[in-house]
């Protein structure tokens, strides 16, 4: 089974950027897609952005234009851009495959 590992959390004012990472322990472009999800206390998980292997990507509509998701496949990472962060972003993000992977996630505080 595929092991991700989240990574590039922390504390961050509003209007600060931060970028996570999502590590694969194997090759990303075996993978349909690869999504970042966050989730806030035991509230259920949130679907953030989606990427596939074509590069192809998908936002919902609180982080569009705000939130960035790329990939390096020669480091088999997934990678998450946040600029221009808000209170309401704060949570734990985790990435995830289409087999259902989760990593252990990361958290994000934005909080002046």
């Known amino acids: 089974q595929v092991q991700l590992v989240e990574s590039g959390g922390g504390l961050v004012q509003p209007g600060e950027s931060l970028r996570l990472s999502c590590a694969a322990s194997?090759?990303?472009?075996?993978?349909?897609?690869v999504a970042w999800y966050r989730q806030v206390e035991d509230n259920p998980r949130d679907w953030v952005a989606t990427i596939t292997p074509g590069g192809s990507t998908n936002y919902a509509d609180s982080v569009k234009g705000r939130f960035t998701i790329s990939r390096d496949s020669a480091k088999n990472t997934v990678y998450l851009q946040m600029n221009s962060v808000k209170p309401e972003d704060t949570a734990v993000y985790y990435c995830?495959?289409?087999?259902?992977?989760w990593g252990q996630g990361t958290q994000v505080t934005v909080s002046s």
């Open positions: 995830v495959d289409p087999e259902g992977s």
């Open positions: 194997k090759s990303i472009n075996d993978f349909a897609f």
